[in-house]
């Protein structure tokens, strides 16, 4: 096939969840549609992240479709959070279920795409030489989905085992029997680091900052309460659709705040929300991620908790968080804490010891080197923009998008980048994504730019961009939510504070609810803010 040029009405880039069901969609509206996908299946995040304990740490009744009734009422889960291998064979079953895979075209990753101005269309390049052409195209590429790879110096040295959170092999690693450093102490290495450590002859976690965690209480999902959400499904879904981040509307919720409660009454009400477990301890109260001292109180019962968890009282000073509450992902846990009271575990902080270099047997430190079989980096992601600005598109006047957004990205909605007419991203920045259930924010955006689609076709139009003044508003905006909170106040990927010389530049929207209004509100009005032609 290589030098062909093919011609489709989309082309969708990914293959996760955002893809498959906007391939659903547009395929129900006749459209002829190419999904082009770097990994040898669906599934996205789910297919790349398959090391030890991967799982989601949003309840599996929620992390799920809602668009076919038929499909969330066959498929039964079979734990409170769903383990990776079985949240890749659900996006399977549903590939299979609505015969998607004819349409995607696996292990092809998107070099380029180019607005041609002409001909209204975007010429799309791949890595195995096609050229396609397509009115639309729709960046599904993920929030997570480019590893961050730090710059240690040394990296390509190591002889032994290299693994990245983010890109584990397919095939089973055994640590058994080895000695095994892991970089890095976010969700992913919280999840992975209980079951290195039960395989390894030796573990060393080497942590730059400490975090929140609270336990998950994951456990095996009781039949009668499937049975019971299930016959209410919608009621769920639609309850879930009022929370600020988009789930947990079966639990508890205190819309009260912790400085209007007394002592007593605050810690009741704390610890049940602790045993309760994992991401929901973040409905506890309204005020934690706005008032520095609702959220003094909070991180001070939850490192309480921690401490309690930990024998050696020198790890657990080490292990304390020190950033501000919240402002950092939550991560929820299976044993992590117990784990730095195994014999066969070291914990390094990297802020005493840093490391100097990685050699071709282990990793130097100031202290001294230790050698190592394998080192993990559990290092995260170029979050929200990184798989976007690593592909080459170029808009209107032939602008790149890694230049347009240099200072940090702009969108309007999160939707479209001004300049790349019939582009738009699923979810891109600007959109509450990351901080809500990822599951209902794909299928709103999803829904919002079919519906878009058919209306441009109603109106004989072939052309939506963002407008430049709508989009400098809504960047604003997002701004400007963002410092209502103590979000801004620490070094997270929100920020884009992982990845070294990236834009400081908060990036999801606050807010699930308001959003779906606002993009309610943008729809009935004739695509407010958009320039269609
Ligand atoms: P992450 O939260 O960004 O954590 C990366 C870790 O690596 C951090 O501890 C970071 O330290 C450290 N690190 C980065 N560069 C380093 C360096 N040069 N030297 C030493 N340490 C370094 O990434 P992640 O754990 O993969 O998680 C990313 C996101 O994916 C999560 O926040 C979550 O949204 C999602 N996720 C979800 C689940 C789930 O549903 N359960 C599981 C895994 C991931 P700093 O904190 O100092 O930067």
């Given at each position: 096939m290589s030098g062909s040029t093919q011609r489709f009405d989309a082309v969708i880039i990914g293959a996760g969840f955002a893809g498959m069901y906007m391939l659903y969609r547009m395929r129900e509206m006749g459209l002829y549609v190419r999904v082009f996908e770097a990994?040898?299946?669906?599934?996205g995040t789910w297919y790349w992240n398959r090391?030890?304990?991967?799982?989601?740490?949003?309840?599996s009744m929620e992390y799920?479709?809602?668009?076919s009734d038929e499909l969330q009422q066959e498929w039964d889960w079979t734990e409170r959070y769903a383990a990776q291998p079985e949240i890749l064979s659900y996006a399977q079953h549903v590939a299979d279920r609505f015969d998607l895979r004819d349409d995607i075209q696996f292990n092809t990753r998107v070099e380029s795409a180019h607005f041609d101005e002409a001909g209204d269309v975007w010429r799309v390049t791949t890595s195995d030489g096609e050229t396609a052409t397509a009115r639309y195209v729709v960046?599904?590429?993920?929030?997570?989905?480019?590893?961050?790879?730090?710059?240690?110096?040394?990296?390509?040295?190591?002889e032994g085992e290299v693994y990245h959170t983010g890109r584990w092999p397919h095939e089973t690693v055994d640590f058994s029997g080895k000695r095994v450093a892991v970089i890095g102490t976010g969700s992913s290495a919280i999840q992975a680091i209980p079951l290195i450590a039960e395989q390894a002859a030796h573990l060393t976690v080497h942590q730059r900052t400490p975090n929140f965690s609270i336990?998950?209480?994951?456990?095996?999902?009781d039949p009668e309460l499937q049975r019971r959400i299930k016959a209410r499904y919608a009621d769920l879904r639609e309850r879930n659709k009022k929370m600020g981040f988009g789930f947990g509307a079966r639990h508890p919720q205190n819309q009260?705040?912790?400085?209007?409660?007394s002592a007593e009454e605050r810690e009741e009400w704390f610890e049940r929300f602790w045993n309760n477990g994992?991401?929901?301890?973040?409905?506890?109260?309204?005020?934690m991620i706005i008032d520095k001292e609702a959220n003094d109180v909070a991180a001070e019962f939850v490192k309480r908790k921690i401490r309690e968890r930990i024998e050696d009282p020198a790890v657990a000073d080490k292990l304390m968080?020190?950033?501000?509450?919240?402002?950092k992902r939550l991560c929820a846990d299976t044993d992590y804490f117990e784990t730095?009271?195994?014999?066969?575990v070291t914990l390094v902080d990297v802020n005493e010891d840093p490391i100097e270099t990685i050699t071709a047997t282990g990793i130097r430190t100031a202290s001294g080197e230790e050698s190592y079989d394998c080192i993990v980096f559990a290092t995260g992601f170029d979050a929200m923009t990184g798989a976007l600005t690593r592909m080459d598109i170029r808009g209107v006047d032939g602008l790149a998008l890694k230049d347009k957004w240099q200072a940090g990205p702009k969108t309007y909605l999160g939707l479209e980048t001004s300049g790349f007419p019939n582009l738009f991203m699923i979810?891109?920045?600007?959109?509450?994504s990351v901080l809500t259930n990822m599951l209902p924010s794909i299928e709103q955006h999803v829904d919002f730019i079919a519906d878009c689609m058919a209306y441009m076709d109603e109106h004989n139009l072939k052309r939506i961009d963002a407008d430049p003044d709508a989009e400098e508003a809504w960047v604003e905006h997002v701004n400007e939510v963002a410092d209502t909170?103590?979000?801004?106040?620490c070094n997270s990927w929100y920020l884009g504070a992982?990845?070294?010389?990236?834009?400081?530049v908060f990036l999801p929207l606050l807010g699930f609810p308001e959003y779906v209004e606002k993009c309610n509100e943008v729809a009935a009005n004739g695509y407010q803010g958009f320039r269609l032609s």
């Open positions: 990994g040898g299946d669906v599934g090391y030890p304990g991967a799982r989601c740490d949003i309840e799920s479709y809602q668009f960046a599904a590429t993920g929030c997570l989905s480019v590893p961050n790879e730090p710059d240690i110096p040394g990296s390509d040295s190591f336990p998950a209480r994951n456990g095996p999902l009260g705040f912790v400085m209007e409660m994992g991401l929901t301890f973040g409905l506890a109260f309204g005020d968080p020190t950033s501000t509450f919240f402002c730095y009271n195994r014999d066969n979810p891109g920045p600007g959109s509450p909170t103590l979000y801004p106040s992982n990845i070294p010389g990236k834009a400081r």
